[in-house]
């Protein structure tokens, strides 16, 4: 008989919903989970964390959902994988252990540190070390110096030898999203990794790094957010969806399906639209332990929410891992304002053009205004058609954005409306907003020689033990 291994979606970003995790294992006959806490956006959400308060910086749902899915998991033999440690793995294995002693829960937690780059990157004379990813500028001082986090992506292997180590969760930073994935598999079978260099060997690692990029994205995989023209309103029972599960044979082949009882919907379409997500080039989709050729798979619907997925090919990774840092950027301050009929674009335009004024006239230091009109082009920007009706419609809403380096021109934005409610253009629906959102962090996308950084990747281990 084909031994096989059963690996559950955890959470697609930090704050998704962990219901259809527990499906999966009080349903699903699944031996691990692999969660995905993190993107940039998290990552700067975690740098205004950690700047309030040094202990935290990592994804505190983390915490409250073991208390929920341990027990059951910890039934089940069910192990966790995780990259919710953020930017202090450190003080989520800390507060994870603490919550789970205070319920009589025990685990064997694995923490991976290593992927901050913080230091090697704020180190003066180093800039050409450090180009922009795309643009291939170098990092100039005045960003070097406003640098708040700075993370390598590692690959699977410290996730591979936390689990040879024991460990029931695995704690980690920034790793490669589909890395959750592959780690176990590798662990599992015994497939080679860092030496992987004959044909078997990179496929096995390309199916497992499709099988972790089809189920990073929790219930997008099957069937939600599915954007096939008409076809999504076939997807049933949304409200009640079951995140996808990995049923992987020895030899990298895949079934993907989800928990029996639970909506949403596997098929060949939606497998498909995950597949395809946040691929720039399907015949070389670059990770930190394979590259991945998307060109040979073959994907067969097998019904009742089965797809088959094999023929990947692979070829040996990079030498460089990819970094992703964060620098403080500025501040922003919104406004929306919403007017109605009679004339609502009109009334709109010309509370812009007032806005505007004001701005000039008090001399207002800012990078950009940024205008949409919610409901008519927010989604599609300037690609967005003006509707035929557009002086008649029942009501307009405009959203006005300030980015500025100064924190008192945010601060001072909202004050630039109030008045206009009784000076401005008449019948307004009201305002939302009229406040500075705070500091904007930006993104510098670089790479970084994978020695380097994998030299100083370290495991250690937190033992929750009740007394």
Same mark, same amino acid.
């Given at each position: 008989?084909?031994?096989t291994v059963?690996?559950a979606s955890?959470?697609?970003?930090?704050?998704?919903?962990w /219901?259809?995790?527990?499906?999966?294992?009080?349903?699903?006959?699944?031996?691990?989970v692999?969660?995905?806490?993190l993107?940039?956006?998290?990552?700067a959400?975690?740098?205004?964390d950690r700047?309030?308060?040094?202990?935290?910086?990592?994804?505190r749902?983390v915490? &409250?959902?073991?208390l929920?899915l341990?027990? =059951?998991m910890?039934q089940?033999?069910?192990?966790?994988?995780?990259?919710?440690?953020?930017?202090?793995?450190?003080?989520a294995?800390q507060?994870?252990?603490?919550?789970?002693?205070?319920?009589g829960l025990?685990?064997r937690?694995a923490?991976? @540190?290593?992927?901050?780059v913080?230091? =090697?990157?704020?180190?003066p004379?180093?800039?050409?070390?450090f180009?922009h990813?795309?643009?291939?500028q170098?990092?100039?001082d005045?960003?070097?110096?406003?640098?708040?986090?700075?993370?390598a992506?590692?690959?699977?292997?410290?996730i591979?030898?936390?689990l040879r180590?024991?460990? /029931?969760?695995?704690?980690?930073?920034?790793?490669?999203?589909a890395a959750?994935?592959l780690? &176990?598999?590798?662990?599992?079978?015994?497939?080679?990794?860092?030496?992987?260099?004959t044909? #078997?060997?990179?496929?096995?690692?390309? #199916?497992?790094?499709?099988?972790g990029?089809?189920?990073?994205?929790?219930?997008q995989?099957?069937?939600g957010? *599915?954007g096939?023209?008409?076809a999504?309103k076939?997807?049933p029972?949304?409200?009640?969806?079951?995140?996808?599960?990995?049923?992987?044979?020895? /030899?990298?082949?895949?079934?993907?399906?989800?928990?029996?009882?639970?909506g949403?919907?596997?098929?060949?379409?939606?497998?498909?639209?995950?597949?395809?997500?946040?691929?720039?080039?399907?015949?070389a989709?670059?990770?930190?332990?394979v590259?991945?050729?998307?060109?040979?798979l073959r994907?067969?619907?097998l019904?009742?929410?089965?797809?088959k997925?094999?023929?990947?090919?692979g070829?040996?990774?990079?030498?460089?891992l990819?970094?992703?840092a964060?620098?403080?950027?500025? *501040?922003?301050?919104?406004?929306t304002?919403g *007017?109605?009929?009679?004339?609502?674009?009109?009334?709109a335009?010309?509370?812009i053009?007032?806005a505007?004024a004001?701005?000039?006239?008090?001399?207002v230091?800012?990078?950009?205004?940024f205008i949409?009109?919610p409901?008519l082009?927010?989604?599609?920007?300037?690609?967005?058609?003006? &509707?035929?009706?557009?002086?008649?419609?029942?009501e307009?809403?405009?959203?006005?954005?300030?980015? @500025?380096?100064?924190k008192?021109?945010? /601060?001072g934005?909202g004050?630039?409306?109030?008045?206009?409610?009784?000076s401005g253009?008449?019948y307004?629906?009201?305002f939302?907003g009229l406040?500075?959102?705070?500091?904007?962090?930006?993104?510098?996308? @670089?790479?970084?020689?994978?020695a380097?950084?994998?030299a100083?990747v370290?495991?250690d281990?937190?033992?929750?033990?009740?007394?």
């Amino acid at each position: 008989m084909t031994r096989t291994v059963r690996i559950a979606s955890g959470l697609g970003f930090y704050g998704d919903s962990w /219901d259809p995790v527990m499906s999966a294992v009080e349903r699903g006959g699944i031996q691990y989970v692999a969660s995905d806490h993190l993107a940039e956006l998290t990552l700067a959400i975690l740098a205004k964390d950690r700047e309030k308060d040094p202990t935290l910086g990592y994804a505190r749902d983390v915490v &409250p959902m073991l208390l929920r899915l341990w027990p =059951a998991m910890q039934q089940r033999g069910v192990k966790f994988i995780c990259n919710a440690g953020g930017l202090n793995p450190a003080g989520a294995a800390q507060a994870l252990g603490v919550a789970l002693v205070t319920k009589g829960l025990k685990a064997r937690i694995a923490v991976v @540190t290593g992927d901050d780059v913080l230091p =090697a990157m704020q180190a003066p004379g180093q800039q050409a070390r450090f180009a922009h990813l795309f643009g291939g500028q170098p990092l100039d001082d005045a960003t070097r110096e406003r640098l708040v986090f700075a993370n390598a992506y590692l690959g699977a292997r410290p996730i591979v030898n936390a689990l040879r180590q024991g460990a /029931d969760i695995v704690l980690t930073g920034r790793v490669a999203d589909a890395a959750l994935f592959l780690a &176990p598999l590798v662990h599992e079978f015994g497939w080679t990794l860092e030496d992987a260099r004959t044909p #078997q060997e990179l496929s096995l690692l390309a #199916q497992g790094l499709t099988v972790g990029h089809l189920l990073e994205c929790s219930g997008q995989g099957s069937g939600g957010n *599915f954007g096939s023209l008409g076809a999504w309103k076939a997807i049933p029972d949304l409200a009640n969806i079951g995140y996808p599960i990995a049923e992987v044979s020895e /030899d990298g082949t895949a079934i993907i399906t989800k928990a029996p009882g639970t909506g949403g919907r596997v098929n060949f379409d939606t497998v498909r639209q995950q597949l395809l997500y946040e691929v720039h080039d399907p015949h070389a989709y670059l990770s930190p332990d394979v590259v991945l050729d998307m060109s040979t798979l073959r994907m067969t619907d097998l019904g009742e929410d089965r797809v088959k997925i094999e023929g990947a090919s692979g070829r040996p990774p990079p030498g460089q891992l990819k970094v992703v840092a964060g620098f403080k950027d500025g *501040f922003k301050a919104e406004v929306t304002w919403g *007017f109605s009929w009679p004339d609502a674009m009109a009334k709109a335009e010309a509370a812009i053009g007032m806005a505007k004024a004001q701005l000039a006239q008090k001399r207002v230091p800012h990078d950009e205004l940024f205008i949409e009109f919610p409901g008519l082009d927010s989604a599609h920007g300037p690609l967005a058609p003006r &509707p035929a009706n557009i002086d008649d419609l029942n009501e307009v809403w405009v959203r006005l954005v300030l980015r @500025t380096q100064h924190k008192a021109a945010a /601060d001072g934005f909202g004050r630039l409306f109030p008045w206009m409610g009784l000076s401005g253009p008449a019948y307004t629906c009201g305002f939302s907003g009229l406040h500075n959102t705070g500091e904007l962090l930006g993104i510098w996308p @670089t790479r970084l020689p994978r020695a380097e950084v994998e030299a100083n990747v370290k495991i250690d281990i937190v033992e929750a033990t009740p007394t």
